[in-house]
């Protein structure tokens, strides 16, 4: 097939040929979680196993089988995002999910569904509020709560087989967008559809896409951000490892929209098996004529590389992208000039993320009144995000833009638990959404309509899309701290604010946390964090210190506490813990009361000692000298 021939028509013909002669469909979830709980042993004992009982099965499609096809497919597909209850398999057409499965439950999946016995149960999910089985992902409360579009495929599709993603209506937008609609109506349409940037920023998608379009010259250049690198967020990753030519289609319908000829995927070294799809899927589109010199046989070219990362968080800011892409040291410049105006070697680019670019296809492909039907007239459409920390059900979930955060936490999460992940109707303390460019969320906000504009009344923002549920017992000094700890390591060192500034704010977090804090601390804390916020040069420092300020503002009396009667509420700072005992370990050998220097330790020899915390100086003495670690918070 050439590439001035390419029928899309063709492709999904051929994969329904291909595939009409199978009973069933065994998808065993391959995105990188359950790879690493297992699930290629499954994939491979799901291909023994069906041996032993005489029937073939096929992971690659192929020609020969055409005439006398195996009954039954066997494919691995990227996340199906409940991440928690991996390695997960799906048994088409009965729909069912096994959770956990293991290479030695295979045997007894197989023998169930030939004999049709019905799914094996103890492998089914059971809902944890009301005890009931479910079967299907229709039956989880994790699913049937979601309303996915960009995830919609992920965890279904093969996304190393190119057809079944043509055959699921696949490059149909991005052919339109060449063949029958031209730069500025593409542009148009984008702006109607009021998509905007799901990186973080929010900017509108079809205005970015406008201004490059204006810029003059021949050259200009589209790049996909999938630099993802917040903690707590995967779902960049997710995508382009469970439905890559999604983000294809959606950097073509970009290169259309402004004129561009070249594109880059520039993705981070920590996602081998994103990089890995995302090449298969490049170099498959090249075959068919997808991508190339002559795209759609329009004699219009478009290429794409993929490049990998060193993974510097930084790098997910769009000038220091760009300059790690041309062979320099990641490091943000000043804008303007925007990348619309001077971008990848100084030519108009146009950067946007994976979940924006595979958002694009399904606008262009769907229309702009069904995308605008969901989420809400300024932020309409869907958000991915990763839910993650103290709730039931963690993983990776699609809501439109406006669903408030009772909803998620609550109802798709399953509501909050205790250290140990058991549902024991722990209170919900906070959640921190957007990751170290983010702030925190409080009860307060449980019915707050999750959107850019909306989150930004409150001083926090949707940014990657992290969502990190904690309950009552989490120290907000110590997430403040942990998250200023990430940013001032991934700081690139060329403004001084962000450069010196983070790290003075971790050494005045420490000082809290560690008991050295006092009474002109926290406004220098809060003076400081503000001057990095606006004296820094991108967006890593410039929102650096939102969880703090966002922490401080929520949770003053928290960080009062540690500061005024150097206490930790939560009992998680060590240093603040009260000096203690244990009856249990101590033996009464006396060593640690010769030891005390002030006379804090009082007991009878062969008896737990006791410590008098209003006497102890917490020079750590007897706890060095205690051979039983009896002793604690000193």
């Given at each position: 097939m050439s590439a001035a021939t390419v029928e899309l028509e063709g492709l999904a013909s051929e994969y329904r040929n291909l595939t009409a002669f199978h009973k069933r469909r065994i998808i065993v979830c391959a995105g990188t979680g359950c790879v690493a709980g297992g699930s290629r042993q499954v994939l491979a004992a799901f291909e023994r196993e069906l041996t032993v009982h005489g029937m073939e099965s096929e992971t690659e499609l192929r020609f020969e089988h055409e005439h006398n096809a195996p009954a039954v497919r066997l494919s691995g597909s990227g996340c199906q995002g409940f991440c928690q209850m991996g390695p997960l398999v799906r048994?088409?057409?009965?729909?069912?999910?096994?959770?956990?499965?293991?290479?030695?439950?295979?045997?007894?999946?197989v023998e169930n569904m030939l004999e049709g016995e019905g799914p094996v149960e103890r492998l089914l999910y059971r809902d944890p509020a009301s005890g009931a089985l479910c079967p299907t992902t229709d039956d989880i409360s994790f699913y049937k709560r979601q309303h996915r579009?960009?995830?919609?495929?992920c965890g279904q599709l093969d996304p190393g087989e190119v057809r079944e993603y043509v055959a699921n209506g696949g490059y149909f937008a991005a052919r339109r967008a060449w063949l029958e609609m031209t730069a500025e109506s593409v542009c148009e349409e984008m702006e109607l559809s009021g998509l905007r940037g799901r990186g973080g920023g929010g900017f509108p998608t079809g205005r970015k896409w406008r201004l490059t379009l204006a810029q003059p010259g021949p050259k200009k250049y589209v790049i996909c951000n999938a630099d993802e690198g917040d903690p707590g967020a995967f779902m960049d990753r997710s995508v382009m490892e469970g439905n890559p030519h999604s983000v294809i289609e959606g950097m073509l319908i970009a290169a259309r929209a402004i004129g561009a000829d070249e594109g880059y995927v520039y993705v981070r070294l920590e996602y081998p098996l994103a990089v890995e799809r995302v090449r298969k899927a490049v170099a498959d589109a090249e075959r068919e004529g997808i991508l190339g010199g002559n795209v759609f046989g329009s004699g219009l070219p478009f290429n794409i590389h993929v490049m990998e990362g060193a993974g510097a968080f930084v790098c997910g800011e769009e000038t220091a992208l760009i300059a790690s892409i041309e062979g320099r040291r990641g490091m943000p410049a000043p804008k303007p000039p925007f990348p619309a105006q001077s971008g990848l070697w100084g030519k108009p680019t146009v950067i946007n993320n994976v979940e924006t670019l595979a958002t694009v296809p399904l606008v262009i492909g769907r229309g702009v009144a069904e995308f605008r039907g969901l989420g809400t007239a300024k932020s309409?459409?869907?958000?991915?995000?990763?839910?993650t920390g103290h709730v039931v059900n963690t993983g990776l979930i699609e809501v439109p833009l406006g669903t408030t955060l009772r909803e998620i936490v609550m109802e798709i999460g399953g509501g909050v638990t205790d250290d140990q992940g058991q549902p024991t109707g722990e209170i919900f303390k906070a959640v921190q959404i957007g990751g170290p460019s983010g702030g925190c969320l409080t009860p307060e906000n449980l019915d707050l309509p999750l959107d850019f504009d909306s989150l930004q009344g409150v001083g926090a923002m949707v940014g990657s899309g992290g969502l990190v549920v904690m309950n009552n017992a989490t120290c907000m000094v110590s997430v403040a701290r942990f998250f200023m700890q990430f940013t001032q390591n991934e700081s690139c060192g060329k403004c001084?604010?962000?450069?010196?500034?983070?790290?003075?704010?971790l050494?005045?977090?420490d000082d809290i946390i560690e008991g050295r804090a006092d009474e002109s601390t926290l406004a220098l804390l809060e003076e400081l964090a503000k001057a990095v916020r606006v004296g820094s040069l991108c967006g890593l420092g410039k929102t650096a210190p939102n969880p703090v300020l966002s922490t401080m503002r929520q949770f003053r009396a928290e960080y009062e506490a540690h500061v005024f009667q150097k206490r930790c509420p939560t009992g998680r700072c060590k240093a603040l813990a009260a000096p203690a005992i244990d009856p249990a370990l101590c033996?009464?050998?006396?060593?640690?009361?010769?030891?005390?220097p002030v006379g804090a330790i009082s007991g009878e020899r062969r008896a737990p000692h006791r410590i008098d915390p209003a006497l102890c100086i917490k020079c750590g003495a007897c706890a060095a000298a205690c051979k039983f670690k009896a002793i604690s918070g000193v």
């Open positions: 048994v088409l057409p009965e729909g069912i999910m096994y959770i956990k499965v293991k290479a030695e439950d295979v045997p007894e999946i579009m960009v995830l919609a495929s309409p459409g869907t958000k991915t995000f990763a839910l001084v604010l962000c450069r010196e500034g983070t790290k003075q704010m050494a005045l977090l033996i009464g050998c006396t060593a640690c009361a010769r030891k005390c």
